[in-house]
């Protein structure tokens, strides 16, 4: 079975460039997850969503930062303007109703 | 927002010994979770603790909750170096539409 899926693996870009990270979930799973890891703050949530819909945005850093699931099978995060602050590994996560969330490979994004 | 405090944030240990690293919170959760990471990848679950006071074991890994399930440990005997990775242990709550809260993590590193 293919697991989570994320694209980019490697993100660089620089200062005020827009930046969009893919994400498909496990087929059948009917929640995916947003989180970003860094060595100051760990694995923070960013967004979750139940059956397409944002449940609980309440980790959005801020404005600059938006999510949208459009059908089961499909997720983006995107930030505009991206800013070095937000240099990070950012991961997705799915999950079959309350059962074990399964993390994808992540994608590293430095911003210069 | 409920914290979770790891410790200690590093360990480096011989192959062959024993070690414990602890999870702990002032809040109650529902459940708790350990995962571990491995470099370029995403967190892989081990283990779901829910009951106070639970002992669950995976080979050479034994997992404790709490009795008053605010705290957990995992202890692991005879290390190896494939035990090696970031162990990170995560609690959910029910008052948060199940959403995990993660510890900053242990990074292990067992040496030959």
């Known amino acids: 079975d293919a697991g989570v899926i994320q694209s980019p693996r490697h993100e660089v870009t620089e200062m005020g460039q827009e930046v969009t990270l893919r994400c498909k979930p496990i087929?059948?799973?009917?929640?995916l997850f947003w989180y970003r890891q860094t060595m100051m703050r760990g694995l923070e949530l960013l967004i979750y969503?139940?059956?397409?819909?944002?449940?609980?945005d309440s980790g959005m850093p801020e404005d600059r930062f938006s999510a949208k699931m459009p059908n089961a099978s499909f997720s983006t995060l995107k930030i505009q303007p991206s800013e070095p602050r937000d240099s990070a590994v950012y991961f997705c996560?799915?999950?079959?109703?309350?059962?074990?969330?399964?993390f994808g490979p992540g994608t590293r994004l430095l911003v210069l | 927002t409920q914290l979770l405090e790891q410790s200690p944030q590093f360990l480096s240990i011989q192959e062959g010994e024993n070690l414990t690293v602890y999870c702990n919170s002032s809040?109650?959760?529902?459940?708790l979770q350990w995962y571990r990471q491995e470099p370029g990848e995403g967190p892989v679950l081990l283990v779901t603790?829910?009951?106070?006071?639970e002992v669950k074991k995976l080979k050479r890994l034994t997992f404790q909750f709490g009795d008053a399930r605010k705290d957990s440990s995992l202890h692991i005997t005879a290390a190896q170096p494939g035990d090696t990775g970031l162990y990170l242990c995560?609690?959910?709550?029910?008052?948060?539409?199940?959403?995990?809260?993660f510890g900053k993590g242990t990074l292990l590193t067992v040496n030959p």
């Open positions: 996560a799915s999950r079959p109703g309350l059962g074990t969330q399964y």
């Open positions: 087929s059948g799973h009917n929640s």
């Open positions: 969503f139940n059956n397409n819909v944002p449940i609980d």
């Open positions: 809040s109650v959760f529902s459940s």
């Open positions: 603790v829910v009951t106070g006071g």
């Open positions: 995560a609690g959910e709550e029910m008052s948060s539409n199940y959403k995990l809260t």
